[in-house]
T-cell receptor, first 114, second 112 residues
Framework: NAGVTQTPKFRVLKTGQSMTLLCAQD?????MYWYRQDPGMGLRLIHY???????AKGEVPDGYNVSRLKKQNFLLGLESAAPSQTSVYFC?????????????FGPGTRLTVL | GENVEQHPSTLSVQEGDSAVIKCTYS??????FPWYKQELGKRPQLIID?????GEKKDQRIAVTLNKTAKHFSLHITETQPEDSAVYFC???????????FGAGTRLFVKA
């Protein structure tokens, strides 16, 4: 049971390049989330999904797209990377969004956009 | 929109002392309050949580208190140890809101 995994762990992009971050979970969780973490700003929700085939916007969705074609995977895409997207990205999953349902985080992806 | 404020941003204590981190939330519909610990370069991990129908919860050296009227909740760590050094995040969530709002974090240093 690997929990929540993310690939890649590190990535450096040039402005304008695109990339996809992959999140996978083997806990049969319905809900999945993408956060970004910047110094002094905690975790901010980018997009989330409440089940296979569904996605929704979070607090800071601009410049990102997501897809949840399979229940266990949640992809985060950057179509045209900008330096402002330099951050650490965390994926998380939970069984549901009820009271007490813990979010389990992946190990993070450190992205630098030059 | 919903907001969670967390104080202090940095906290330094001597080993063995207590540490208290305070959070305030804005959404009165919030009913679940988890606390996460994040060690340097690692992922956030849940350390304790509290539901809105409970005023206090304790787990060994850590405890959380909730004042729904004032919309305050706090994390208390007693007999701090160097391995408690980390960033701690509070969060608030309301049922059906599909969002967990995080505080900005408190960096705790425990000096040996």
């Amino acid at each position: 049971n690997a929990g929540v995994t993310q690939t890649p762990k590190f990535r450096v992009l040039k402005t304008g390049q695109s990339m996809t971050l992959l999140c996978a979970q083997d806990m049969n969780h319905e809900y999945m989330y993408w956060y970004r973490q910047d110094p002094g700003m905690g975790l901010r929700l980018i997009h989330y999904s409440v089940g296979e085939g569904t996605t929704a916007k979070g607090e800071v969705p601009d410049g990102y797209n997501v897809s949840r074609l399979k229940k266990q995977n949640f992809l985060l895409g950057l179509e045209s990377a900008a330096p402002s997207q330099t951050s650490v990205y965390f994926c998380a999953s939970s069984y549901r969004e009820g009271v007490g349902d813990t979010q389990y985080f992946g190990p993070g992806t450190r992205l630098t956009v030059l | 929109g919903e907001n969670v404020e967390q104080h202090p941003s940095t906290l330094s204590v001597q080993e063995g002392d207590s540490a208290v981190i305070k959070c305030t939330y804005s959404d009165s519909a919030s009913n679940y309050f988890p606390w996460y610990k994040q060690e340097l370069g690692k992922r956030p991990q849940l350390i304790i949580d509290i539901r809105s129908n409970v005023g206090e919860k304790k787990d060994q050296r850590i405890a959380v208190t909730l004042n729904k009227t004032a919309k305050h909740f706090s994390l208390h760590i007693t007999e701090t140890q160097p391995e408690d050094s980390a960033v701690y995040f509070c969060a608030a969530r309301s049922t059906g809101g599909f969002k967990t709002i995080f505080g900005a974090g408190t960096r705790l240093f425990v000096k040996a």
